[in-house]
């Protein structure tokens, strides 16, 4: 299974096997099952005050640094749990 969503605060979350879910735009989060792959992208204001994609990660849901079923935003590059 897949799940893309795309705009600001967008969410998605996957429960299949072997899954992935996409989540672009500003504060955008996703979440999936062990085994399942995560991709989300990271937003910053330019020197004009006009929001820039600035990032594009994808990572495997492990169950250990990437907890299945928890929320995550791409901050500073790095995988974070939504609202921390």
Do not use: C, M, P
């Not at 705009?7 to 062990?34: P, R």
């Amino acid at each position: 299974s897949a799940a893309q969503t795309h705009g600001k605060s967008s969410a998605a979350q996957t429960h299949g096997k072997s899954s992935a879910a996409v989540a672009f735009g500003i504060n955008a989060k996703a979440a999936g099952k062990v085994g399942n792959w995560i991709t989300l992208d990271e937003w910053k204001k330019n020197k004009s005050e006009v929001w820039e994609r600035i990032d594009v990660k994808t990572i495997k849901v492990d169950g250990k640094n990437i907890k299945a079923d928890i929320f995550y935003n791409l901050k500073d590059g790095k995988f974070i749990e939504d609202g921390k």
